[in-house]
């Protein structure tokens, strides 16, 4: 689950503090469309997150979210907030002009083809609801990640080796609102989440399995700590592909589309 920036497959999973002006959404297990705008709120709070461990500021309006500079790679420049958003509500302030410009469109309902993007990918917004059954128990130990040694080892699994983009720093450890977690089986480093508590839920991303690791044990590892560091809130993320599958089989459902739209330089 990488791109919630551009893993997404790197692309879709990392395409994402509390979000500023932000309230949470009172959300129910059965209530779709809330959940899914709770969702896209949740995943912007976080790349704003990840984004202010960088020094790039970002804008919260009512309808999207938007960075006027160019955000860390993989992850988008901007994010609609409400299914009724529309270009006009975020696209002005965006650099268009430099490589990498990207939109995130929460509810595949924008097209953006006349203002030059071309659509990079399509994903699900997944949910897995408090109520359900613990996942089976997991032989993975769970370690937070507290220091920026052990962050630069987790970035370097997460990217499958050396050499991979400066995405994730050590700012982003002080963020009272995310929880990055290592998953270790004896002293080896096995997988990793990223988990954010916003717009009352959680959300979970950047999920990799080390080559060789059980990858629906890091699901399972990533649900429990999910429900020990936030209890009683359900779970969101988006995913596509075998990583939908992998959600799917550990109890989430999909919420609806989502679709990101890469500017063409």
């Given at each position: 689950m990488r791109i919630q920036g551009?893993?997404?497959?790197?692309?879709?999973?990392?395409?994402?503090?509390?979000m500023s002006?932000?309230?949470?959404?009172?959300?129910?297990?059965?209530?779709?469309?809330?959940?899914?705008?709770a969702a896209a709120r949740n995943n912007a709070g976080w790349c704003a997150a990840l984004c202010r461990s960088h020094g790039v500021p970002g804008t919260f309006?009512?309808?999207?979210?938007?960075?006027?500079?160019?955000?860390?790679?993989?992850?988008?420049?901007?994010?609609?907030?409400h299914q009724d958003a529309v270009p006009a509500d975020f696209l002005t302030p965006l650099d268009t002009a430099a490589p990498g410009c990207s939109v995130k469109d929460s509810f595949a309902t924008l097209d953006l083809r006349s203002s030059g993007f071309v659509e990079l990918f399509d994903a699900q917004w997944i949910h897995r609801a408090p109520e359900l059954p613990a996942p089976q128990t997991s032989a993975l130990r769970?370690?937070?990640?507290?220091?920026?040694?052990?962050?630069?080892?987790w970035q370097v699994a997460w990217h499958g080796g050396d050499g991979g983009p400066d995405v994730f720093r050590p700012p982003l450890l002080d963020e009272p609102s995310v929880r990055?977690?290592?998953?270790?089986?004896?002293?080896?480093l096995s997988g990793g989440v990223v988990l954010n508590h916003d717009a009352g839920l959680v959300g979970l991303s950047n999920l990799f399995a080390v080559n060789g690791t059980d990858v629906a044990a890091v699901w399972s590892s990533a649900i429990s700590a999910a429900a020990r560091h936030f209890p009683g809130l359900p779970l969101?993320?988006?995913?596509?592909?075998?990583d939908l599958a992998h959600a799917r089989a550990s109890g989430f459902s999909a919420l609806g589309p989502l679709r990101v739209w890469l500017h063409e330089a």
């Open positions: 551009i893993r997404c497959t790197r692309l879709a999973h990392s395409f994402g503090r509390g002006g932000c309230q949470s959404v009172p959300v129910t297990s059965t209530d779709t469309d809330a959940l899914r705008t309006g009512p309808m999207a979210w938007w960075s006027a500079r160019r955000t860390p790679p993989y992850y988008p420049d901007a994010i609609t907030l769970t370690a937070r990640v507290s220091t920026a040694a052990r962050l630069l080892d990055v977690l290592a998953f270790h089986e004896g002293d080896e969101v993320g988006y995913e596509h592909g075998n």
